[in-house]
């Protein structure tokens, strides 16, 4: 969502001196350049303008470190400042009122309240919490069956009543089943139009009344620019808000309006999505220090780290490190990998949690497409070998079935038996370096780039 922004903040932060004391001159063209990266972005005149008067503040104050390098003290202020502008990590709170607790989603159509409700349910399956749905959103054509759906497809009750009903009797009613149902937590899908008006207000402040919610929350399409900040200011005037979810973040978006909606609102953003997918992967939490250092290109590994302790447990990753440590890693054990990397999410995702990654994909050095390319080739030719020769690549390599295996092989997964071989060359490469790695010296990966920032 940032990659705009991103690139114009590197750019005006390239142009800094390299070495000796940062001018006001030099802070003055640099917070020309983060002013425009902004405007262009789409965040609102008057943050940008409060944001920029800070960060020059602090530049030329006597707060600077002398330590640091110039670009590399405007850029911690920017970093420190942008989590300023994101507010604090916000936080479901369930501390108030009875139970089962009630959160409310609310936005306009096509904002992605379904589906986020539905990756509500998940997360909070996963914090040990019993979720229930309700279907109120009997407006929008199959919005009650594709809640109902998406219920069945994560395994969390809910209740519906159709079309026919009032959304402020299908929520009273809904309650009661819940509570009977014995849930921790009762989220309800609301209707949306395709603008605020009266009708949609007055039916929202009715069902707010009858269910007395913790939490009320916004979804709100990170793609729709400035107009999403209107859009939350309206909804917070008329409906009262406690926190934002904002979706469709891996989109096309400029990235303002997750900026301006926080300033403006004054409540928390809470979460964040990603397409139409119900996994963990595609609704986190959200954290400004993460968000503030991917816009600046600094990476995210604390998220990297989250998804990856997901996918492994401590027995299991003491199991593969001890099969790596003896040379025992096989073709199997490299495909299992690589199936629970592709898990972790896609690489354009990855690869921009790793800090100086970022930088590199936005020059044109790292080309995502085609490094997903290649791994669907390699994870193409592991599945056409048999269960034994993942196991035992030796058979691939020697013997007179050899050629005609990795003929099969080849046939098999779309390519050409070159591709084959040097699936077993990088193969072969990796063990090498596994052995040298046994006796304890760290060798040099063949190809290996340097990478900034790791």
Request: charged content about 30%; proline content about 4%.
């Amino acid at each position: 969502m940032f990659e705009s922004l991103s690139q114009r903040l590197q750019n005006a932060f390239d142009g800094l001196k390299k070495g000796g004391k940062v001018t006001e001159q030099d802070v003055t063209n640099a917070m020309r350049e983060v002013r425009m990266a902004l405007l262009e972005a789409d965040v609102s005149l008057p943050i940008v303008k409060d944001f920029v008067t800070r960060v020059k503040d602090r530049a030329l104050g006597a707060e600077v470190h002398k330590n640091l390098k110039p670009d590399q003290q405007v850029i911690k202020i920017v970093h420190e400042e942008l989590m300023e502008t994101l507010g604090e990590a916000g936080r479901l709170d369930f501390t108030k009122g009875p139970k089962p607790q009630v959160i409310m989603m609310i936005g306009l159509q096509g904002s992605g309240k379904t589906t986020s409700t539905a990756k509500l349910a998940l997360y909070l399956r996963a914090q040990n919490r019993q979720p229930f749905l309700i279907a109120a959103d009997t407006y929008r054509p199959a919005a009650v069956h594709q809640l109902v759906t998406l219920a069945k497809q994560i395994g969390v009750p809910y209740y519906e009543e159709g079309v026919t009903a009032s959304p402020p009797d299908i929520v009273k009613r809904g309650l009661e089943a819940a509570k009977a149902a014995n849930a921790a937590v009762v989220i309800i899908d609301t209707a949306g139009r395709l603008q605020i008006d009266d009708t949609l207000m007055n039916e929202l402040v009715e069902i707010k009344k009858r269910s007395n919610p913790a939490e009320i929350l916004l979804v709100a399409d990170a793609m729709t620019g400035q107009e999403a900040v209107n859009i939350a200011r309206g909804f917070k005037d008329r409906v009262g808000l406690t926190g934002l979810i904002l979706t469709k973040v891996d989109g096309d978006a400029r990235g303002g309006a997750a900026l301006s909606m926080r300033a403006v609102t004054g409540v928390p953003i809470k979460f964040m999505g990603t397409g139409e997918k119900i996994d963990r992967n595609s609704f986190t939490e959200f954290n400004p220090e993460s968000i503030a250092s991917r816009i600046l290109g600094m990476g995210d590994v604390l998220e990297l780290v989250r998804r990856a302790e997901e996918m492994y447990d401590e027995a299991e990753a003491l199991k593969l490190q001890k099969k790596m440590m003896e040379n025992k890693f096989s073709l199997q054990d490299f495909l299992d990998q690589l199936q629970k990397i592709r898990r972790m999410g896609s690489i354009t995702q990855l690869m921009g949690m790793i800090p100086g990654m970022s930088k590199m994909q936005l020059q044109g050095q790292i080309n995502n497409e085609e490094i997903e390319t290649r791994i669907k080739k390699v994870e193409a030719i592991l599945h056409s070998m048999t269960r034994q020769e993942r196991e035992t690549p030796k058979i691939l390599d020697k013997g007179p079935t050899a050629f005609n295996r990795k003929k099969r092989i080849a046939k098999g997964s779309g390519v050409d038996v070159r591709d084959v071989n040097e699936v077993l060359d990088q193969y072969k490469q990796m063990q090498k370096m596994m052995g040298e790695l046994k006796k304890g010296r760290f060798p040099k990966i063949p190809g290996m780039p340097s990478l900034p920032g790791m």
